[in-house]
């Protein structure tokens, strides 16, 4: 127990020396492995030489493993999840491959070997051109436009719509409207000729007659010279009415 407890330790710090920040430990609850022992995830991409250091890769593999108690004798607990790029396809595909080969390497050390692998099956199918296809797939997924699935409209609809549209609104105002307002009967509209004879007319026609004899009184001036001489007049015309008939 304690040969294989100390192999496990140096591959463990061999990992850390070679891999360096692609390499750390990770809680059991979140590699996926139905285990309490210390868990680890190891970022794998494909090998491509033409990529720039500071490039981010299109396609990463976060490879999770725990080592069991008698491991390197016993193949070691594996998993497999895509960072980045991957299909679920590929990745179960990928899980098969690196435990067989695990079982073909007992007795050794053999984690370094399973990466190199799947670093190797990564270029082979996730490729810088593969990995610009997916980009590309991807890009158009999200610039995909989504058309609505429903009833097209039509003028009949619209004018079927529009006429259930005016009977609510028009019952939802009849709601508002007090109830005397609903029951109080309509008053029924005079034509000309029965308002004037009701004698609703000729009450209009006195008040106006009124109206207009007062604004004449308004705008007559009686001046007192003005009635003097009406007096001569009269007085004159007597006269001689008079002078005529003693001739």
């Given amino acids: 127990m304690t040969e294989y407890k100390e192999e496990q ?7 850390e020396s070679i891999l360096a920040h692609d390499f750390k430990e990770i809680h059991s609850s979140e590699s996926g492995l139905n285990t309490s022992n210390p868990c680890f995830q190891i970022t794998v991409t494909p090998q491509d030489d033409d990529l720039e250091e500071s490039s981010i890769p299109p396609v990463q593999l976060g490879l999770v493993f725990s080592h069991t108690e008698n491991y390197p004798d016993e193949v070691p607990l594996l998993d497999v999840k895509s960072i980045r790029g991957i299909h679920v396809s590929d990745l ?15 007795g050794m050390a ?3 070997t399973l990466v190199s692998s799947a670093k190797d099956w990564l270029s082979e199918h996730y490729g810088q051109d593969d990995g610009d296809d997916y980009a590309e797939e991807e890009t158009a997924k999200e ?3 989504i058309i609505p699935h429903g009833e097209p ?15 609510e609104l028009a019952l939802e105002r009849a709601k508002l409207m007090p109830e005397s307002a ?8 005079l034509t ?18 009124q109206e207009s004899e007062e604004e004449d009184d308004e705008d007559i001036d009686f001046q007192d010279d003005d009635f003097e001489d009406h007096e ?11 002078s005529d008939a003693r001739a």
């Fill in 153 to 167: 409209v039509t003028l009949e609809t619209f004018v079927a719509w529009r006429e259930r549209y005016e009977a």
């Fill in 143 to 145: 610039d995909e436009v």
């Fill in 192 to 209: 000309g000729r029965q308002w004037f004879e009701s004698g609703k007319a000729r009450g209009t026609v006195v008040a106006a007659d």
């Fill in 9 to 15: 330790e140096m591959e463990i710090e061999a990992l």
């Fill in 110 to 112: 053999m984690m370094y």
């Fill in 182 to 189: 609903l029951t109080a009967p309509k008053e029924k509209k």
């Fill in 232 to 242: 001569e007049d009269m007085l004159e015309h007597y006269l001689a009415e008079k």
């Fill in 92 to 106: 179960t595909i990928l899980k098969e491959k690196l435990e067989q080969e695990a079982a073909e390497n007992l």
